[in-house]
């Protein structure tokens, strides 16, 4: 595909460009504690290169990849492609083009980062609008499944975050933590309450 380049992450090859999110630690943690059972319906949202979509195929999963960045869906069909796997994947925002489908699980490595600027399709990866938590919330407003996996920063309103979650049903089942610099981010495994898994 036109544009893109391949890369190995976590000894996996995976396609991005220029207006592409490149993988980091946040992807590795989130990467850490994603569990999918076989023939779990999994959805992610903001795919990048996707390589958690691929990741969640390869354990098993039905995966759906969506992302607003057009560069981003394309990254995420090349890397699908070049590992031989079978991702649908969606150029659009959040879930605005899926009808009221529940999920088993989804996944969103969400821009958390308190910056709002979008000038670049890249600056959708991490501009999480001024307290860094809008996207995530947004997301929890969205979506439907009974397992969730996501991130955010010590630099986000992490406190409204997982306020907001509660309000939402959702519970902690698993959350991990990784220090970089003066940051900390943390992946989380939510469920919902009111489903039975």
């Known amino acids: 595909m036109e544009g893109q380049r391949i890369i190995e992450f ?14 980091s630690d946040d992807t590795s943690l989130l990467m850490s504690i994603i569990d999918i059972k076989k023939g779990d319906k999994v959805i992610e949202i903001g795919s990048g290169s996707g390589i ?51 999920f088993d699980v989804a996944i969103f490595n969400p821009p958390y980062l308190p910056y709002e600027e979008r000038k670049e399709w890249i600056e959708y990866s991490w501009s999480g609008g001024p307290t860094g938590s809008e996207e995530l919330i947004r997301f929890f407003d969205h979506v439907k499944a009974k397992r969730i996996y996501t991130l955010y920063s010590s630099l ?18 698993k959350k991990v933590e990784k220090n970089i610099g003066l940051e900390t981010i943390f992946a989380v495994e939510f469920h919902d309450k009111s489903s039975s898994s």
């Open 10 to 23: 976590n000894r996996i090859k995976i396609c991005i460009n220029n207006e592409t999110y490149e993988p």
């Open 52 to 102: 958690l979509s691929l990741e969640a195929f390869k354990m098993g999963g039905e995966v759906v990849a969506i992302d607003i960045n057009p560069f981003a869906a394309i990254s995420t069909l090349c890397t699908s492609r070049i590992n031989s796997a079978w991702i649908e994947v969606i150029n659009c925002e959040m879930l605005t083009c899926i009808r009221d489908v529940k």
């Open 156 to 173: 986000t309103d992490y406190e409204r975050v997982l306020s907001y979650a509660e309000k939402k049903g959702l519970t902690i089942r």
